[in-house]
């Protein structure tokens, strides 16, 4: 998978969830690390969706992990607080907004 694929997919996954009630913003950056390397983010402002293929200066946290973990917690093959305590993904930042977008994306 490249990173515009785990881009669509999550689009894809996130447009079918019910963020409408998600009250102002939500903004976290992806980071990939190991042999595909890169950076996206996801943000929901006011109830609307944005993933985009840049860094988020302005961001309430990064999560910095491999496309192939963050593709498990994606399939729901790996639950995204055991990735943290493992080590598997690294957060920083505001960690409620990003188990809030992994709620959504199940």
């Known amino acids: 998978m490249t990173v515009d694929q ?3 997919k999550i689009y894809n996954k ?5 963020i409408a009630g998600t009250q102002g913003k939500v903004a976290v950056q992806f980071n990939l690390t190991g042999k595909v390397t890169g950076v996206f983010y996801i943000e929901i402002l006011n109830g609307v969706l944005s ?6 200066i302005d961001r ?3 999560v910095s992990g491999t496309l192939t973990n963050l593709e498990k917690i994606l399939n729901g093959k790996l639950i995204p607080q055991v990735a943290i305590a493992e080590g598997k993904i690294k957060v920083e930042g505001n960690v409620d907004k990003v188990m809030l977008l ?3 994306m199940k």
């Open 60 to 62: 309430d946290a990064s």
């Open 14 to 18: 996130l447009s079918k969830a019910d």
């Open 6 to 8: 785990l881009i669509g």
């Open 102 to 104: 992994a709620e959504l």
């Open 51 to 56: 993933v985009m293929p840049y860094e988020y």
